[in-house]
């Protein structure tokens, strides 16, 4: 074996184990609009996209969506298919979601219409009755997606 | 260095990235019985096991187990067991859990049972007190475990 | 080609294989002090550091921080920083963070504590009102960051 051989075997190994041990530095992904928000909008790291808690925002008043639990899982899922689109994922992608009510009694109408987001293969979850929403929304949908395999 | 010798480092290096770049496709394992449910059991990705939230259903009965937060939790913790089996991990395996409790004033009485499954190195965890869990539930408890490397 | 070189490279592609199918077993870090708690500070694995959820405890009591949800966050915060540290990392590796509130009504002024840990490029985050949090705490904050690489 020449010393050229044994150099590039070296950096084959080389490659290898840094290729693996080595995560790339988190990607994060601000919230739209001109107001600083205390979060990322989404955050690419390890081979996840975390994205925040999204309440059903109608982004015409800034509030959350008239009409109820219904209107607002809708706005919630929308906001957060738009987030994944911009990474290069979709809702197939997503892998676990954490659903925050203001009332447990809602359940059943959030489930309607989040299950036409998931057809097939729903991701795991969590649903529980809270306190209290920020901006007295009805519910807040947090999910984390396997992140596109780079090319 | 000859052409093939080329060829097969070429290849070595190419495997070594695209190992660790490319990540399997989640694996979705849906929730047993006949009923469509709003979520999976579990969803392999990304080297870790996501389970939903689990309650400690009675499975004679379809509803939460008879007596309480003591019962419950265990119940819980027994699905949650079962369905790592499933997928070669165990409770040990567990990196985190999430507690959610229908009255914070059970915290004691959970842990009571809860400890036994963790005798050593427990899972990081958070737990409080929600408004209302799905089929009135006193507790629902979620876990995320590394999976177990590939053979 | 000769033995020795089929060799090498047949080496060369197992680690490479192996370095990224096989996970390391989880670190578990325990609580600091003398009692057995229901769960670990910190669990490092595949990438990760999750951390347990931290209420503002005054060491000195053992007791939240007297003087509400400010003091509380910000002890709570550095438990984190502190934790972290431990770990190699800092709080700019957070990618998640959930703020579980004793009342939604002090979101604000959680926040106004809560984002001068993170300046820039602030973790995905999802925050909601509890009915109740261990210890009577006003506040209790989970986060997981990225790992730092090992060297």
């Given amino acids: 074996m020449t010393k050229s051989h044994r150099f590039l075997l070296g950096a084959a ?7 693996c041990a080595t995560a790339p530095a988190p990607k994060f992904v601000g919230m739209p609009g001109p107001t600083a928000r205390p979060f990322s909008a989404a955050v690419v790291a390890n081979g996840i996209i975390y994205l925040s808690g999204q309440i059903g925002i109608d982004t015409a008043t800034g509030k959350p969506m008239e009409g109820g639990i219904g209107p607002q899982t809708k706005a919630a899922l929308e906001i957060i298919k738009e987030l994944l689109g911009q990474q290069g994922a ?3 992608d997503v ?5 925050m009510l203001a009332d447990i009694q809602e359940w059943g109408a959030m489930n309607t219409v989040y299950m036409t987001y998931f057809p097939t293969n729903p991701p795991t979850r969590s649903a529980f009755g809270t306190s209290g929403l ?3 929304a009805r519910v807040e949908i947090e999910c984390q997606a ?6």
């Avoid at 190994?13 to 290729?19: K, P, R, Y």
């Fill in 95 to 99: 892998v676990h979601c954490t659903v």
């Fill in 146 to 151: 396997v992140a596109p395999a780079k090319k």
């Fill in 90 to 92: 979709s809702m197939s």
């Fill in 134 to 136: 920020a901006l007295g």
């Fill in 13 to 19: 190994l080389a490659a290898a184990a840094s290729g």
